[in-house]
């Protein structure tokens, strides 16, 4: 009975999250920012939702104050994502936080259970259209992620990133050597210099 009782529970918050995402335009956007704190771990102040945002496991997901999410942007929150203050993502953004288990090639993989991997993205990011973060990934503060990219791995922060894999292209703000050392892959020799 607890059980049922559960399970209808998770089924009406999906149907609730489903028809909130779907509304459009300024209404849509009202009641998103009004409603999502009622699912979601935390939700600061002043987020922006547009529609189509699809979002797993809400009450493992964080998010600050003033962020923006454009359409159609995909949240599986299973492993933990955590948006900081001032995170833009662009529309079509994939954050990922759960893989399937593939270890063992005598089990099939649907049958091999999930790796949960928490996803942290740091203050004044901007991921572009179409971005895909991986599991396991933290997004370095004020990074700024191209579009298309797929990011498997972490990003310092300022960095300017592209491509899949996602490579460091460029900065914002040049960081020391000693503090990235442990987060990137070598640099590509082709960096843009920021400020
Ligand atoms: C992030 C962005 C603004 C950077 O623009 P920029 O500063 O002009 O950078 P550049 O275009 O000069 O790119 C720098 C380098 O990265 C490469 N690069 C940029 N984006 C890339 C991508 N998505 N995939 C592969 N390489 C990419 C460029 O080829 C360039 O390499 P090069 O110096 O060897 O020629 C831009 O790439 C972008 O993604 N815009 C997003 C648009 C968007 O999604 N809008 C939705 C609004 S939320």
Same mark, same amino acid.
């Given at each position: 009975?607890? @059980?049922?009782?559960?399970a209808?529970?998770v089924?009406l918050?999906?149907l609730?999250?489903?028809f =909130?995402?779907?509304?459009?335009?300024?209404?849509g956007?009202?009641?998103?920012?009004?409603?999502?704190?009622?699912?979601l771990?935390?939700?600061?102040?002043?987020?922006v939702?547009?529609?189509?945002?699809?979002v797993?496991n809400? @009450?493992?997901v964080?998010i600050?104050?003033?962020?923006?999410f454009?359409?159609?942007v995909?949240?599986?929150?299973g492993?933990?994502?955590?948006n900081?203050d001032?995170?833009?993502i662009?529309?079509?953004?994939k954050i990922?936080?759960?893989?399937?288990?593939? @270890?063992?090639?005598?089990?099939?993989?649907?049958?091999?259970?999930w790796?949960h991997?928490?996803?942290s993205?740091?203050?004044d990011?901007? =991921?572009?259209?179409?971005?895909?973060i991986?599991?396991?990934?933290?997004?370095?503060?004020?990074?700024?992620i191209?579009?298309?990219?797929v990011?498997?791995k972490?990003?310092?922060?300022?960095?300017?990133?592209?491509?899949?894999?996602?490579?460091?292209?460029?900065?914002?703000?040049?960081?020391?050597?000693?503090?990235?050392?442990? =987060?990137? @892959?070598?640099?590509?020799?082709n960096?843009?210099?920021?400020?």
């Amino acid at each position: 009975m607890k @059980e049922s009782w559960w399970a209808l529970r998770v089924q009406l918050k999906a149907l609730a999250l489903w028809f =909130l995402s779907g509304i459009p335009e300024a209404p849509g956007m009202w009641a998103r920012r009004a409603c999502m704190r009622l699912f979601l771990q935390s939700l600061g102040p002043k987020a922006v939702f547009q529609s189509g945002l699809r979002v797993t496991n809400p @009450e493992r997901v964080a998010i600050g104050a003033h962020c923006r999410f454009g359409q159609g942007v995909s949240i599986t929150g299973g492993g933990g994502v955590r948006n900081a203050d001032r995170v833009s993502i662009g529309p079509d953004v994939k954050i990922w936080s759960v893989n399937h288990r593939f @270890e063992d090639p005598a089990v099939p993989i649907q049958l091999q259970g999930w790796d949960h991997k928490p996803v942290s993205i740091e203050e004044d990011v901007w =991921l572009a259209a179409n971005v895909f973060i991986m599991p396991g990934v933290t997004i370095g503060r004020g990074a700024v992620i191209s579009a298309c990219s797929v990011v498997h791995k972490s990003i310092p922060p300022y960095a300017l990133v592209a491509g899949n894999p996602a490579r460091v292209v460029g900065w914002r703000k040049r960081p020391d050597d000693a503090d990235i050392g442990h =987060l990137v @892959e070598p640099i590509s020799r082709n960096v843009k210099i920021g400020a």
